[in-house]
């Protein structure tokens, strides 16, 4: 009789409280308690002067912090052949360094877990951005065409690359590592390799780009090569438990696509496990271009089934479809990016069903320290 009135009792307390929102439930991310499931999905901003981080990025970043919340930054330049936007953010320079100190600080200084995501854009750049007007590198030398708007203005144009020569190839892989260090160095808790959307790992995974005849092209193996190198060198660098990977294998961002993406992600998701790193990051089918959400018949769920880490899935999230992903085990944890830009308590709004701020897309890329970087409003609650 006792046992039967413990379980009554406890029916009733389950049933009188509010049902469990599987995005905000607690998750051990190796070494890192976090609190809940929502990720700062890595956002490129353009407010970073000169490549160098700017304190208004300290009230950016530590709005969007919670207790236990995991948040990525933005595409960090691991060299100075790595850029190709305006105003976004290097790790290569001491000046660097000693600048995104004070923004990971006010991270930490709220409880929050930051990770930053290092990268390099190959093709994706022209020579104004290159160290003495120099082309680009890349896995290739084939031109990227202009992107164009609507109206029909270009809106970016690319210098044609120059392909790396093999043994070139070390040397880049190093500025990986070294940026790595940097960023242990400036206090990150760890750092994302930037392998998705077109830039240069990217460049090396897809057969659409990568033409080369080397150990670096050629074969799915020999395509993944560069990429797996880098993986390798950065653990070596910094530990594997501070690791992770940004990946986008169905994307077709800058003329980034492959003929077998599925494939592609599979052995990517199963070549990682080698190097034991903390977390795979990788875009869902449906966000085959940028912006654009498709249906999609393709699924992550058999390169979340292949990898032994934490897996992060990105892409179009919604509150509902999140929670649908942690609750089917699609998903360990889930980023957002527009919507968590548009409202730095998002966790917050999740947590209370409240309604969302729009987010206004003429003001992603301004460079504006305050107009649609900081000035999004939080929840007023009154008691």
């Not at 498709?294 to 990105?314: C, D």
């Not at 179009?316 to 998903?331: P, T, W």
């Not at 998002?346 to 701020?357: D, G, S, T, V």
Request: overall charge negative.
């Amino acid at each position: 009789m006792r046992q039967e009135r413990e379980n009554s009792d406890n029916s009733q307390i389950m049933s009188a409280q509010s049902p469990i929102i599987p995005l905000l439930t607690p998750y051990k991310m190796g070494k890192f308690d976090l609190s809940h499931r929502i990720v700062l999905a890595p956002l490129t901003r353009q407010r970073s002067y000169k490549n160098v981080p700017q304190p208004h990025a300290i009230l950016y970043y530590s709005q969007r912090t919670t207790k236990g919340g995991l948040l990525i930054a933005e595409g960090t330049g691991v060299s100075d052949t790595a850029q190709g936007y305006l105003g976004s953010p290097g790790i290569w320079t001491k000046e660097q360094v000693e600048a995104w100190k004070p923004i990971v600080d006010a991270v930490h200084a709220k409880g929050g877990i930051f990770f930053c995501q290092i990268a390099h854009v190959g093709r994706v750049s022209n020579e104004g951005f290159q160290p003495n007007g120099q082309a680009p590198i890349s896995s290739t030398d084939k031109p990227l065409a202009p992107q164009v708007q609507a109206s029909g203005i270009a809106v970016a144009d690319f210098t044609p690359p120059r392909r790396l020569r093999t043994d070139e190839i070390p040397s880049v892989i190093n500025d990986f590592r070294t940026a790595a260090r940097h960023t242990i160095e400036a206090g990150f808790d760890g750092v994302e390799i930037h392998g998705a959307h077109g830039f240069l790992i990217d460049q090396f995974l897809k057969d659409q780009i990568n033409d080369r005849t080397d150990q670096y092209g050629g074969s799915l193996e020999n395509r993944c090569r560069f990429a797996l190198e880098v993986v390798e060198a950065v653990v070596d660098e910094i530990g594997a438990d501070k690791v992770g990977i940004r990946l986008s294998p169905f994307a077709n961002y800058m003329e980034s696509g492959d003929s077998n993406p599925e494939a592609l992600g599979l052995y990517m998701a199963k070549a990682l496990n080698k190097y034991g790193i903390l977390y795979c990051h990788m875009v869902e089918p449906r966000m085959m271009t940028v912006g654009e959400k498709k249906e999609s018949p393709q699924s992550l769920v058999p390169m979340r089934k292949a990898f032994n880490g934490t897996f992060i899935v990105a892409g179009g999230y919604e509150k509902e479809d999140g929670n649908k992903a942690v609750a089917e085990n699609r998903a360990d944890l889930v980023a957002y990016g527009r919507w968590f830009l548009a409202n730095p308590d998002l966790p917050r709004r999740f947590e209370l069903n409240a309604p969302l701020n729009k987010y206004n897309r003429d003001t992603f890329y301004i460079p504006d320290p305050v107009v649609g970087y900081t000035d999004y409003p939080f929840l007023e609650i009154t008691d």
